[in-house]
């Protein structure tokens, strides 16, 4: 959730297509401190409100979540600085949920820590050596935003099926699940004998595996073809919807020669496809209406306790984001 959440952070806060490729966020470790029991002052570099954010931690989160594919760092020092720079913007916004998680009171068990430390099979923290103590801090103040994430979700009215289904025609393409099928395809020499084969085989007086027999033109023909629904031409398509397996379509224009196809089986089952839609829709227009909440509620929470980054501070130049 907290990796996918910076990276949409840093692509809405300005970091070039080019730097998303060579960072990978592989933990988001959330290194900051706790909003009760703050560090000192001297030598902060940011603050959320009265609460410093010392180097130490922006340190430790930019170890744990700055790694490259090559594990070298990024080439160009003008674009080190702008990722490190979202990543401080990032930390500070978990900061500002954590410090609201704990004035509302939340907490999180040491059962819910040992759990999620049972969990964790990607643990960069343990790569880096980090303390026992300082994991299980980590993961409580982890777990905290979570808990506040989930607290938003509870008070946010469910999608109506109206706007779900508006959703749906909006987004069909883009939210349909990929349906695949296994199918055999028949090339003919002539229009004419393809319309013949297809009477007979429809007629009962023919199989389609005796009609490969009479009419293939190569060999290896109407062998057992796996496609995805979407790479299939619209007249392929078209012949093919609605049929059951072992069915055979009418002759079939493409590419300037006729074909017969047979329905083997569906790989995604038709009939479950306007349901998955659904479920997906209902799903996503959640996850907007979280996010939204949730920029609300920082947007609130800085206009209460505006944030300061301390850019002199800094070993790096700090970009700011772009208005």
């Known amino acids: 959730m907290f990796v996918t959440a910076i990276r ?15 960072v990978c966020l592989a933990l988001c470790g959330l290194a900051v401190g706790c909003g009760g029991a703050s560090p000192s002052t001297q030598g902060a570099v940011a603050h959320v409100g009265d609460v410093p954010v010392s180097w130490e931690e922006v340190e430790l989160y930019l170890k744990l979540n700055l790694f490259t ?21 990032a930390l500070v916004d978990e900061k500002t949920f954590l410090i609201e998680a704990e004035r509302r009171g939340l907490a999180v068990s040491d059962f819910e820590i040992d759990v999620y430390l049972r969990a964790d099979v990607e643990d960069v923290a343990a ?3 980090l303390s026992h103590e300082r994991r299980r801090l980590l ?31 909006q987004s069909r393409g883009r939210l349909a699940p990929r349906r695949r099928l296994r199918l055999r395809a028949l090339r003919f020499d002539s ?13 009962g007086r023919m199989s389609f595996a005796e009609a490969v027999v009479t009419y293939e033109t190569n060999p ?28 055979v379509t009418r002759p079939v224009e493409f590419h300037g020669d006729t074909f017969l196809f047979q329905l083997d089986s569906w ?16 799903e996503e227009l959640e996850r907007r209406r979280l ?33």
């Open 267 to 282: 790989l995604t089952d038709p009939t479950d496809v306007d349901e998955d839609l659904a479920s997906r829709a209902r």
């Open 191 to 203: 229009a004419d004998d393809a319309k013949k084969a297809a009477e007979r085989i429809h007629g």
């Open 8 to 22: 949409r952070h840093l692509r809405s806060r300005g970091c070039p297509s080019s730097g998303m490729t060579a």
């Open 139 to 169: 993961v409580r103040q982890r777990l905290m935003v979570q808990k506040l994430q989930e607290s938003i979700a509870e008070r946010l009215p469910p999608p109506s099926d109206a706007e779900v289904s508006a959703f749906i025609e």
């Open 220 to 247: 290896g023909q109407g062998l057992l073809l796996e496609r995805s629904w979407e790479t299939l031409s619209p007249g392929v398509r078209a012949a093919l919807d609605g049929l059951k397996p072992g069915e």
């Open 69 to 89: 594919e090559e594990g070298g760092g990024l080439a160009d020092p003008g674009e080190q600085d702008r990722v490190k720079s979202r990543l401080i913007d």
């Open 127 to 129: 790569e880096l050596e």
């Open 291 to 323: 996010r939204e909440a949730s920029d609300r509620l920082l947007r609130d929470l800085r206009a209460a306790s505006p944030v300061r980054i301390h850019e002199k501070r800094l070993p790096f130049r700090y970009v700011p984001e772009a208005s």
